[in-house]
């Protein structure tokens, strides 16, 4: 499978603890983002790389989680102290962003989710 | 600010009838919008893109500048068209986020 790839898929912790999530993009891809999604809602922006620089952040993205992308490749999301309300499906996307291309936007390719419930 | 709104959560039908799903959007510039589409239990997947005027899987959307809308729709619906629908609305000048919709879930039914 080359699409985006996420781990884990399936994350049940107690409130307080930290966790961290992975997703691999496409690896062409040089733009990854990361949403979440609650139930009975579509998928809210939480942050996005271009390369390894994090260029936005939304303002859901309180001090307790923090993103990174040391290497330009894969991302992980790191949440502290998780509380019950974090409890969501945790959405990676990659797109190819070619300078000077036609659109201001290129397709976003989402992966399958990492599902938190925090307890 | 930006906004998507889809008023339908569910939306039923039967097999072979039209389907018109509804999206409202509020952007003060001129937009890009989008619809994904979320079959049962896979990934959320691009459909179709206003400024490609195409039609994906007898799907077509029209963007109305004046009563800001983008409405996708389907002449006649099949059964493998049951899935969760998101309009989303593409990132202004200096954003590169999606905003989307609750979305409507599509029930067709044989």
């Given at each position: 499978d080359t699409g985006v790839s996420q781990n884990p898929r399936h994350k049940i912790t107690k409130r307080g603890q930290n966790v961290t999530f992975r997703c691999d993009p496409?690896?062409?891809?040089n733009r990854l983002y990361w949403y979440r999604q609650t139930l009975g809602q579509g998928p809210e922006f939480l942050t996005y790389f271009q390369n390894e620089a994090q260029l936005e952040k939304s303002?859901?993205?309180?001090?307790r989680f923090s993103a990174e992308r040391p290497k330009g490749s894969f991302s992980t999301l790191e949440i502290q102290?998780?509380?019950?309300?974090?409890?969501a499906m945790y959405l990676c996307a990659s797109s190819l962003f070619l300078r000077g291309?036609?659109?201001?936007y290129n397709e976003q390719f989402f992966g399958p989710g990492t599902r938190l419930t925090v307890l | 600010a930006q906004r998507v709104t889809q008023p339908e959560k569910l939306l039923s039908v039967f097999k072979g009838a039209p389907v018109e799903l509804k999206c409202n959007y509020s952007y003060s510039g001129s937009p890009e919008l989008f619809w994904y589409v979320q079959y049962s239990r896979q990934r959320l997947q691009l459909?179709?893109?206003?400024?490609?005027r195409e039609s994906i899987k007898g799907f077509t959307a029209d963007l109305n500048k004046g009563e800001t809308s983008f409405h996708l729709k389907k002449p006649f619906a099949q059964e493998e068209d049951s899935a969760m629908y998101y309009c989303a609305l593409g990132p202004p000048p200096g954003r590169r986020a999606l905003t989307f919709g609750s979305g409507t879930r599509l029930q067709v039914q044989p």
């Open positions: 496409i690896s062409e891809h303002r859901l993205l309180s001090d102290r998780t509380e019950q309300g974090d409890s291309g036609p659109s201001s | 459909l179709l893109r206003h400024i490609s």
